[in-house]
């Protein structure tokens, strides 16, 4: 199984214990987060898209269920800003230091605010994208939230 990304390069030097899951990537897929749900047999619920979100004029990334959908205005009043947007793709790439379908919310390039829907936190584990296209980390929303440094908030 391969390793080595960003993101599992800083859970292993936080010691932080995880699981790896590796799936075949549809690049052609509507909702990526949803197709890797199906491809793993886990419920959307528990497989977590990351999304990279301007909040005000600022980078911040924002983590909800594959089968949800960010309400931006939720997100501003988190933020305590007036309004949240979708950042472009591009721009996350160059921020991140990922790939889209491949963005994790940890090991990114540069540290964002972050922001975790409370409704993760249900979940013994969640799954979070590990760095590529087609890798999945396994692991605590508690954790994860902690080790990002999350706000923990109701996003959908």
């Given at each position: 199984m391969a390793k080595g990304t960003p993101a599992t390069v800083a859970l292993e030097t936080a010691s932080e214990p995880f699981t790896l899951h590796e799936y075949?990537?549809?690049?052609?897929?509507?909702?990526?987060?949803?197709?890797?749900a199906e491809a793993l047999g886990m419920p959307p619920a528990q497989l977590l898209k990351t999304l990279?979100?301007?909040?005000?004029?600022?980078?911040a990334v924002a983590i909800i269920a594959s089968d949800r959908t960010v309400n931006l205005?939720?997100?501003?009043?988190?933020?305590?800003?007036?309004e949240a947007a979708m950042m472009a793709p591009t721009k996350a790439e160059r921020l991140t230091g990922y790939h889209v379908g491949g963005i994790s919310p940890l090991g990114q390039k540069k540290r964002v605010p972050a922001f975790l829907d409370a409704a993760?936190?249900?979940?013994a584990t969640v799954l979070v994208n590990g760095g590529r296209r087609?890798?999945?980390i396994e692991i605590s929303p508690a954790r994860l939230?902690?080790?990002i440094g999350a706000v923990v908030v109701e996003l959908g």
């Amino acid at each position: 199984m391969a390793k080595g990304t960003p993101a599992t390069v800083a859970l292993e030097t936080a010691s932080e214990p995880f699981t790896l899951h590796e799936y075949a990537y549809d690049p052609n897929a509507d909702r990526i987060g949803m197709q890797a749900a199906e491809a793993l047999g886990m419920p959307p619920a528990q497989l977590l898209k990351t999304l990279m979100v301007e909040i005000g004029s600022k980078p911040a990334v924002a983590i909800i269920a594959s089968d949800r959908t960010v309400n931006l205005k939720k997100l501003a009043a988190a933020a305590k800003v007036k309004e949240a947007a979708m950042m472009a793709p591009t721009k996350a790439e160059r921020l991140t230091g990922y790939h889209v379908g491949g963005i994790s919310p940890l090991g990114q390039k540069k540290r964002v605010p972050a922001f975790l829907d409370a409704a993760a936190m249900a979940h013994a584990t969640v799954l979070v994208n590990g760095g590529r296209r087609g890798l999945q980390i396994e692991i605590s929303p508690a954790r994860l939230a902690a080790l990002i440094g999350a706000v923990v908030v109701e996003l959908g």
